[in-house]
């Protein structure tokens, strides 16, 4: 079983960033794929970025490409989101997923294991 602990989400203002980290309770952090996704209240949950288990791969949504990078740090066992000039579209609650040996999939039912969530919230 691996938990996920997401931190580091809060109130902005458009144009602001923001970075969120997402810690992993696991000591083969290295053989997951780790992906973040985000829903906004009344929509599906969608992707957001993914990255390999090396960090040599990742993928990011039209919506955040050139906005947000995904990275990874496996000695600390954790997964970032860095997320810049924020749009008040962005506002949602973002999770953290994981999937073992996993591909770098888009779809939500890929993933093993989810985040309790941390909201992110940009005012215009």
């Known amino acids: 079983q691996v938990q996920l602990v997401e931190s580091g989400g809060g109130l902005v203002q458009a144009g602001d960033s923001l970075r969120l980290s997402c810690a992993a309770s696991?000591?083969?952090?290295?053989?997951?794929?780790m992906a973040w996704f985000r829903q906004a209240r009344g929509k599906e949950r969608e992707f957001v970025a993914v990255i390999n288990w090396s960090g040599g791969s990742t993928r990011l949504s039209d919506a955040v490409k050139g906005r947000f990078t995904i990275s990874r740090d496996n000695a600390k066992t954790t997964v970032y989101l860095e997320m810049k000039s924020l749009k008040p579209e962005d506002t949602a609650i973002y999770y953290c997923a994981a999937a073992y040996y996993g591909s770098t999939s888009y779809f939500a039912k890929d993933y093993d294991y989810w985040g309790q969530g941390t909201q992110v919230t940009v005012s215009s």
């Open positions: 696991t000591r083969t952090f290295s053989r997951y794929t």
